[in-house]
């Protein structure tokens, strides 16, 4: 018999219903062509479906073409972008899975090397590759640090025409077969930058106080539920926390997840960090196991609506603890995953969640399940002798 699991406990959210609370953390692959995926994003995307997660995101995918952080980023901004997602998104749900899309805009974290290639704003070596940087876009006129790229400060048509893209870029993904959307708003990028005092100091509408700061998100997001279908969900993802002094804290966050919800947002998706550069390879003492959960266990409490906890969930356990004791709704892996693609199938053999290799992909689950009982009849054998 399976053992009960938190993790492996269906959620309901909207018209959706999730086979279980684990999800795949939106993870840049440097390797589209103008934005646009291909057999690459097909494999990646696919083996974490097959791989047993509830929800599979894609990549930031850029709502506007220099929103992109590098040249191999996945956007969204043209019909022919969700054209070729469409066929990632049916692969995905033919695995019992849910396809998501994070839509974003790099802002001023624009024009970026691929990781490969420094992980440092675009140069004279990515010049001679044939991959130019371009003019980055930011609500101040002032870089991330020292030898970034300079932005322009955005007039307030250019913040109009960003919300504008992001309902266009929701209505693609609507199109393009998408169970879920997420709007990027952390790791110091375009909507991160407008909620953050460290970077935004406009003297308009879109800057000053928390709620001027906040205009920008809240305006993008009402544009979104607008254009994506009441039936399906949208996550938000935030830096809860800059971590940068003076910076945004968790306060705010809560806060603005309580207007988030007012505007129809399911869920809030809780990583930290990256107004001052990277978010995920920050430089530094290492983080603990688990170290964003308390973000996600504040929002949910304290504004009153579903998160996602992310970062560094390197167990089963850890996984099933975090639902089982209402810190989130849902958790998100990323380079576990990458580690193993059915790291979400193994969690549940290992928590006892499904002996019978039920939930393996049945190609290789009637296989494996007689290959587990060959393995215990010589590991009792060995016992015996
Ligand atoms: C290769 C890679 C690419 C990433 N790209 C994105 C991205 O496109 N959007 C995003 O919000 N986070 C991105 N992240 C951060 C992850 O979604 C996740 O929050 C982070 O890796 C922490 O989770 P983990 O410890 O399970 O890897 C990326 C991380 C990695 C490793």
Known sequence: MPVESHLFSPLKIRDLTLANRLVISPMCQYSAGDGIANDWHM???????????GVVFTEAAAVQRRGRITHGDLGIWSDAHAQ???????FIRSMGSASAIQLAHAGRKAAMQRPWHGNGPLDDSDRQRGEE??????????????????????????ITQV?????????????????????HAAHGYLAASFLSPVSNHRADGYGGDRSGRSRMLLETVEAVRGAWPEGKPLFVRVSAVDGAPKGWSLE????????????????IDCSSG???????AAKGP???????????????????LRTQAVGLVLTAEQAEAIVAKG??????????????????????????????????????????????KVLEALAQASGDA
């Open 163 to 183: 919300v504008e893209d992001f309902a266009a870029a929701a209505r693609r993904s609507d199109q393009a077969g998408f169970d879920i959307a997420e709007v």
């Open 286 to 304: 290492p983080p603990q196991p688990g170290f964003q959960v308390p973000y996600a266990r504040a929002v949910k409490e304290e504004a009153g």
């Open 84 to 90: 070729a997602l469409s066929g990632i998104t049916g």
């Open 252 to 267: 705010d966050t809560v806060a603005l997840a309580k207007d988030l919800k007012g505007l129809g947002v399911d869920v």
């Open 43 to 53: 494999v990646h995307l696919g083996k974490f479906a097959q791989g047993g997660a």
């Open 327 to 372: 810190q989130a709704d849902l958790v998100a892996i990323g380079r576990e995953a990458l580690l193993d693609p059915n790291w979400p199938l193994n969690a549940a053999l290992s928590l006892e969640a499904d002996p019978e290799w039920n939930q393996w992909p049945k190609q290789y689950g009637w296989w494996l399940s007689r290959r587990a």
């Open 133 to 158: 940087p371009w003019q980055v876009i930011a609500p101040s006129a002032e870089p991330v640090g020292e030898g970034w790229l300079l932005p322009v400060e955005m007039t307030s048509a250019e």
């Open 274 to 280: 990256g107004i001052l550069g990277s978010a995920t």
